[in-house]
Antibody
Framework: EVQLVQSGAEVKKPGESLKISCKASGYSFTNYWIGWVRQMPGKGLEWVGIIYSGDSETRYSPSFQGQVTISVDKSISTAYLQWSSLKASDTAMYYC?????????????????WGQGTLVTVSS | QSVLTQPPSASGTPGQRVTISCSGSSSNIGSNPVNWYQHLPGTAPKLLIYSNNQRPSGVPDRFSGSKSGTSASLAISGLQSEDEADYYCAAWDDSLNGVFGGGTKLTVL
């Protein structure tokens, strides 16, 4: 059974660093992309970025480039999303999800399995 | 401001048919397939439609999708109370990343 289990809720102060995790199981981790999605309070879903677990190729949405870092540790089938200096505006629910390619050519992807979400609260 | 544009809200009564639109551009919807996700509060989003009009197994055939040019639509027929949720369109963008719509909150009256 495919599962993505995320780390627990975090409460941090502005300026602090943070790394949240997403542990995958039930499939060949290095054959898939993993993505991160943000949902700010009362707002919609936003695509943060994706990482290919096999070679760590990473792509960030323009709004998040330079603001966060996505990484993986293949040895423990875990993806990470980290901040070096949190801001109050980083307060949100963050989801990880597995990106499935369903065709042999072209950009045909969808998120098929999701983590339960990690709530990050940044407040002084 | 989301890359894909959706109406913020939609509503209908039980049994009705409702549609939710999603407008993009030539770099996303115009050249790539569209997916739709259903998001209930307190849960992870769920894939509803992929490749414009394909339903994953387990999704009722009350849900259907279509695409024309740079726009897409999600239709829900035989509306039920449990369909009350937020709905998001998504597509790949030629910038080699994905984009979501702003989301549509569906209310079943």
């Amino acid at each position: 059974e495919v599962q993505l289990v995320q780390s627990g809720a975090e409460v941090k102060k502005p300026g602090e660093s943070l790394k949240i995790s997403c542990k995958a199981s039930g499939y060949s981790f290095t054959n898939y992309w993993i993505g991160w999605v943000r949902q700010m309070p009362g707002k919609g879903l936003e695509w943060v970025g994706i990482i290919y677990s096999g070679d760590s190729e990473t792509r960030y949405s323009p709004s998040f480039q330079g603001q966060v870092t996505i990484s993986v540790d293949k040895s423990i089938s875990t993806a990470y999303l980290q901040w070096s200096s949190l801001k109050a505006s980083d307060t949100a629910m963050y989801y990880c999800a597995r990106l499935l390619r369903y065709c042999s050519g072209g950009s045909c992807y969808y998120f098929d399995y999701w983590g339960q979400g990690t709530l990050v609260t940044v407040s002084s | 401001q989301s890359v894909l544009t959706q109406p913020p809200s939609a509503s209908g009564t039980p049994g009705q048919r409702v549609t939710i639109s999603c407008s993009g551009s030539s770099s996303n919807i115009g050249s790539n397939p569209v997916n739709w996700y259903q998001h209930l509060p307190g849960t992870a989003p769920k894939l509803l439609i992929y490749s414009n009009n394909q339903r994953p197994s387990g999704v009722p055939d009350r849900f259907s999708g279509s695409k024309s040019g740079t726009s897409a639509s999600l239709a829900i027929s035989g509306l039920q109370s449990e369909d009350e949720a937020d709905y998001y369109c998504a597509a790949w963008d030629d910038s080699l990343n994905g984009v979501f719509g702003g989301g549509t909150k569906l209310t079943v009256l």
